[in-house]
């Protein structure tokens, strides 16, 4: 690990975990933007096929849903990335370096143990759901653990990411 | 006791600073640990919450707005509101309290109303010098009046669990909610009276309202077209988000001219990373939601309201504390499905209309969105200005404090509510 | 005391709410005391959707379904949803010692959950627009119709209606604004939802069928003691027949109650139930396509009844 006085050059160097998550993370936003422009799209059609030629998309709203859910969990990372997902700053603002920096500590490590507790308890749900053999009601039916995927996924980025950024705050970088 | 540790440990963890999401999760997660031994159906919880169609409305109102703000189309709409009431002190916050108003007429939720006003609002008030906490209050509070003013779906949720009439719910809304619109719309031209630092030009003449006018027609056809979607049953709430960011996609492209592909990118990742915010703390919110409901840590405090055998107004007044205290970390839907089957019971036997109280619950639950730790639109005005929790909170307070006396109020006289319901032949 | 917690998708005061309510009171005083059960309704814990897969993991112990939420997880839990095809009341009172009960309770203990209660929810269900009641097949034609499931909507369709899909807590607004024209729901709900502020024309037809039922995770049941098992039979068997009472009762209240609104109410003849039947039920057999030995069994099964 490079010492402190060393941390600019080691910030540039290149360090493969970090191109390597960074990308993914990067690359699973855009699928969440995309997927927004896909919604938007969807409902419009759905607008135009009730009036214009009256045969609405039956099964519309239920993969509306499905999509929000992957929106979310691929596009969370990202937003984790830009630093979006807001906290209350009343006491953490106001703290001196030193403390500032086990806050940062301490703040990636909460967001680890959010991926890590979400990740693990909806793996139970879609391994249980898988053997179970549970289909979802309606006009699609389809199995229940499918669309519960995208929530892996966004946990295990999300974690990546958190992780990233504590290995970060631990080589003493400032963001 | 339970309670208090709960809800001590819940804000111990938000002051540390960590993302909101994570404290809710997290303390979700201990509770579940201490009392089940196990994280089970925390996944599940999060999954449920997020797979809901209506949530399409969050980013495609976002959309709509991030599209109209790129093109430059809000510009114009505030450069009409400036040159119209401009002159007036405080103007530009009563046009804020009133496209809130308007926009709470067009969606049934305070997320929806807040997120896509204070996206255009907000830098167009620090534009023309308006103090930065107040332009962040008005719009955390004007966007509260989504649920009172009528389509809302809270009352849709409370009617059917309650039993009580949706129409007359939505009718009962119109007058407290214009009411507190108003009242809202006199505070702003008061705080500006005292607040010198207001620029407040000079009546710029009817040649120039009539040029800012005519420049701002597309701006001002939006509404109406969402609006009247919805009321004349051409759309269905997420199908009105959708028409509205069509229109302002085809303002953008056609009329206002320059609005490429890269353009259309940007605004839906600036609307993507906004969403994120909104979705997370409902994520994380789910989670503690089903946390305390599993311990039935909310139904005992409640039942214990119930048992406490109080007269009418004395029931009121506890309830509504109640719902004050819980507001401050549950959000609204928990908070409905959670009190009201088991307070109706006692509420009828005490002859307290279902119809006002309703509104008074609805009010209730506007506040719980204004304060902290647990306020989704101080948390949306957060996520769409970056400025700090604290700053924010003082914005919104003064309107807590408003809001508190608009309930005071309308426990005195109920009419404010029954009357519109009644006249129009609902009755019992 | 074992906790038992239970959740089901209806709002408190539903008739069938009350009624499990009632079940759980009487759970309790039958094993004195040895079971806590804890009722959460409105889908306040776990949502409609997800109670089966959460009892059968574990993650509750107790959860009650409508019937037709099996889909294709257990298809033949749907048998009853055919138009017209269990109107019968008399099926229900005998059902819950029925071989036809016990074929279905073996195939979910297969499933992976335990059935305690079989709550039968409603053969009266009316058809709601605005104008003049929907009686002949022609009436239909060209509503645009709130849609339940695909075969359902095969069998609307065959009316020469457009169903249109959208979730129950929608429907209200959309019957008020007009993004549909009619809808299908039981009598009881059509009074407690508030259709009849926006809707003014309600045939009562028995073409819907659906029953509640409630269901443990087999490992819980399977630990409880054998006092407590004999008190959820003993309470199954009570709370069957306070379903039926209390849906008849609610079948029998809900035209009036409607017609106390101020609407009109017709409450279809045999030859008009016919008429309708022939044009529906073709439609929903050749989409629903219940033709595998099982299915053939269970209706065999009922007819003996
Ligand atoms: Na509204
Ligand atoms: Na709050």
Request: net charge negative; charged share 15%; proline share 5%.
């Amino acid at each position: 690990m490079p010492d402190r006085e060393n941390r600019k050059g080691a910030a540039k160097a290149p360090f493969f975990p970090e191109r390597l998550v960074t990308g993914v993370v990067r690359l699973c936003g855009a699928v969440s933007t995309f997927l927004i422009l896909v919604i938007f799209v969807q409902i419009t059609t759905a607008v135009i096929q009730r009036y214009v030629f009256n045969r609405p998309i039956q099964w519309s709203d239920e993969v509306i849903g499905y999509l929000l859910v992957a929106m979310v969990m691929l596009g969370t990372a990202e937003a984790f990335r830009r630093g979006d997902h807001i906290s209350i700053d009343l006491v953490s603002t106001r703290l001196s370096p030193p403390i500032a920096r086990i806050q940062r500590l301490f703040s990636n490590l909460s967001v680890i143990a959010f991926a890590l507790i979400l990740g693990v308890s909806i793996w139970d749900s879609i391994t249980f759901a898988y053997s179970f053999g549970s289909y979802s009601v309606g006009y699609v039916e389809i199995e229940t653990w499918i669309p519960q995927v995208p929530i892996v996924v966004g946990a295990i980025l999300l974690g990546a990411m958190a992780a990233l950024r504590l290995f970060a705050t631990l080589r003493g970088e400032r963001k | 006791m339970t309670l208090f540790l709960v809800f001590a440990g819940l804000i111990v963890l938000l002051l540390t600073g960590i993302p909101i999401f994570a404290a809710l999760g997290l303390t979700a997660s201990v509770i579940l640990f201490l009392f089940e031994g196990d994280m089970d159906g925390t996944g599940d919880a999060v999954y449920t919450h997020l797979n809901k169609p209506i949530l399409s409305t969050i980013p495609l109102f976002v959309f709509m707005a991030q599209v109209m703000i790129r093109a430059k189309v809000i510009d114009d709409l505030y450069d009409f509101a400036h040159t119209v009431i401009g002159h007036v002190k405080g103007g530009l916050g009563v046009a804020t309290v009133l496209a809130c108003t308007i926009f709470a007429a067009i969606s049934g939720s305070s997320v929806a109303t807040a997120l896509s006003i204070g996206s255009s609002a907000i830098p167009q008030m620090k534009r023309f010098g308006y103090p930065e906490h107040n332009a962040l209050g008005v719009v955390a509070a004007g966007g509260t009046l989504g649920i009172l003013i009528p389509p809302s779906g809270p009352m849709i949720l409370y009617a059917i669990v309650s039993e009580a009439s949706i129409g007359a719910l939505f009718l009962a809304g119109i007058v407290p909610g214009v009411l507190l619109a108003l009242v809202f719309s006199v505070y702003c031209m008061v705080q500006a009276r005292t607040h010198s630092n207001i620029d407040a030009p000079d009546w710029a003449g009817w040649a120039r309202a009539r040029a800012a006018f005519s420049r701002s027609i597309w701006a001002l056809l939006a509404p109406p077209l969402v609006m009247g979607g919805i009321y004349f049953g051409v759309f269905t709430a997420s199908e009105a988000a959708a028409a509205g960011s069509l229109y302002a996609l085809f303002v953008a492209v056609v009329i206002y001219r320059g609005f490429g592909l890269r353009d259309l990118w940007e605004c839906a990742y600036a609307t993507m990373r906004t969403s994120m915010m909104v979705f997370m703390i409902i994520a994380g919110a789910a989670m503690f939601g089903h946390a305390i409901t599993l311990i039935r840590l909310p139904v005992g405090v409640t039942e214990a309201v119930v048992n406490l055998g109080l007269s009418p107004l004395g029931f009121i007044l506890v309830v509504m504390v109640l719902i004050f205290v819980l507001g401050m970390f549950l959000e609204s839907i928990a908070i409905i499905l959670i009190t009201t089957p088991i307070l109706l019971p006692t509420m009828l036997s005490l002859g307290i209309d279902p119809i006002w109280y309703g509104i008074l619950l609805m009010i209730n639950l506007e506040l719980a969105m204004i304060t902290p730790p647990v306020g989704m639109n101080l948390f949306v005005i957060k996520g769409i200005t970056d400025a700090p929790l604290s700053r924010i909170v003082r914005g919104a307070s003064p309107f807590v404090f408003l809001m508190l006396c608009g309930m005071a109020f309308l426990v005195a006289f109920p009419q404010i509510a029954t009357w519109l319901p009644t006249a129009a032949g609902f009755g019992r | 005391a074992t906790e038992m917690r239970c959740s089901h998708q209806l709002p408190p005061a539903h008739h069938i709410a009350k009624v499990v309510d009632r079940w759980a009171e009487e759970v309790e005083t039958l094993s004195d005391g040895e079971i806590d059960v804890q009722i959460f309704g409105a889908d306040s814990l776990v949502g409609a959707r997800e109670n089966i897969v959460a009892t059968a993991k574990g993650d509750i112990e107790c959860a009650f379904s409508l019937n037709f939420q099996w889909g294709k997880t257990l298809p033949i839990m749907n048998v009853t949803v055919a138009p017209f095809a269990f109107g019968d009341i008399e099926i229900w009172e005998k059902w819950p010692e029925s071989e036809a009960a016990a074929f279905l309770e073996d195939k979910l203990e297969e499933k992976g959950v335990k059935n305690v209660v079989w709550m039968f929810q409603t053969n009266s269900t009316v058809f709601t627009t605005n104008g003049e009641p929907l009686v002949a097949p022609e009436d239909f034609e060209g509503l645009k119709f709130r849609g339940l499931t695909p075969p359902f909507d095969a069998a609307l369709r065959a009316l020469g209606t457009t169903p249109t899909a959208m979730p129950g807590s929608e429907v209200y607004q959309a019957l008020a604004t007009g993004i549909v024209d009619a809808a299908l729901t039981d009598v009881a709900a059509a009074v407690s939802r508030k259709y009849f502020e926006v809707q003014d024309a309600f045939t009562v037809v028995p073409v819907l069928s659906a029953y509640l039922h409630g269901y443990l995770n087999p490992e819980f049941y399977e630990g409880l003691s054998d006092k407590s098992k004999q008190a959820l039979d003993e309470a199954g068997l009570k709370a069957a027949q306070w379903a039926v009472e209390a849906s008849v009762a609610a079948s029998a209240a809900g035209p009036d109650q409607l017609r106390e609104k101020g609407v009109k109410v017709h409450i279809a003849t045999d030859e008009e139930i016919a008429r309708l039947e022939s044009v529906m039920r073709p439609a929903f057999d050749e989409a629903f396509g219940a033709n595998d030995a099982d299915s053939q069994k269970l209706l065999d099964l009922i007819d003996k009844m």
